[in-house]
Antibody, heavy 120, light 106 residues
Framework: VQLVQSGAEVKKPGASVRVSCKTS????????ISWVRQVPGQGLEWMGW????????NYAQNLQDRVTMTRDTSSSTAYMELRNLRSDDTAMYYC??????????????WGQGSLVTVSS | SYELTQPPSVSVSPGQTTSITCSGD??????AYWYQQRPGQSPVLVIF???QRPSGIPERFSGSNSGNTATLTISGTQALDEADYYC?????????FGGGTKLTVL
């Protein structure tokens, strides 16, 4: 099982960023994908979950107006877009394989992380 | 919203047993999960569904969950166990992490 994320990004405040998570080694639609972020030096924050089977999503309440999660079953890839970026969105963003098929549960494999820096 | 509370730091001597707690309202009624994160690395699942160890996780890692507290116990702690540890639970349609505990092996 592998989850390989896209590279680091530098964005200006107000811009958008899209992070990809290409999976391999398992049946993509049998597990969900959750996204978790970590501000440098701080703890883990769950951002949301997507059902890879039907595209249903659950987002963290504090991000639901700015985040969109999608997936492409043909390439076994999940995407996370965050809009209207602010400086406090500077963080490492992780995708993780989620055992929840109908809602988020827990994560047994993680991507390597994608650093997003928001700076003017 | 549901909250999980962990002590910020715990210290242990090599070879000793240490426990890291995670508190939440009626946490024992839910499953608790634990992740280890070494500096500069992605988190690793070390305990799932309160007590289960994923393949490849050493037997010295164990978990329990009852009442309002879940506990991660590391027996015979080794230097390579020095890391941040996060508990996690799921609540309805969302996931909650504890604030994390930095384990120092002195």
């Amino acid at each position: 099982v592998q989850l390989v994320q896209s590279g680091a990004e530098v964005k200006k405040p107000g811009a958008s960023v899209r992070v990809s998570c290409k999976t391999s080694g398992y049946t993509f639609v049998s597990f969900g994908i959750s996204w978790v972020r970590q501000v440098p030096g701080q703890g883990l924050e769950w951002m949301g979950w997507i059902s890879t089977y039907n595209g249903n999503t659950n987002y963290a309440q504090n991000l639901q107006d700015r985040v969109t999660m999608t997936r492409d079953t043909s390439s076994s890839t999940a995407y996370m877009e965050l809009r209207n970026l602010r400086s406090d969105d500077t963080a490492m963003y992780y995708c993780a394989r989620d055992w929840g098929a109908s809602s988020p549960k827990y994560f047994d494999y993680w991507g390597q992380g994608s650093l997003v820096t928001v700076s003017s | 919203s549901y909250e999980l509370t962990q002590p910020p730091s715990v210290s242990v001597s090599p070879g000793q047993t240490t426990s890291i707690t995670c508190s939440g309202d009626k946490l024992g009624d839910r499953y608790a999960y634990w992740y280890q994160q070494r500096p500069g690395q992605s988190p690793v699942l070390v305990i799932f569904q309160d007590t289960q160890r994923p393949s490849g996780i050493p037997e010295r890692f164990s978990g329990s969950n009852s009442g309002n507290t879940a506990t991660l116990t590391i027996s015979g702690t080794q230097a390579l166990d020095e890391a941040d540890y996060y508990c996690q639970a799921w609540d309805r349609d969302s996931v909650v992490f504890g604030g994390g505990t930095k384990l120092t092996v002195l």
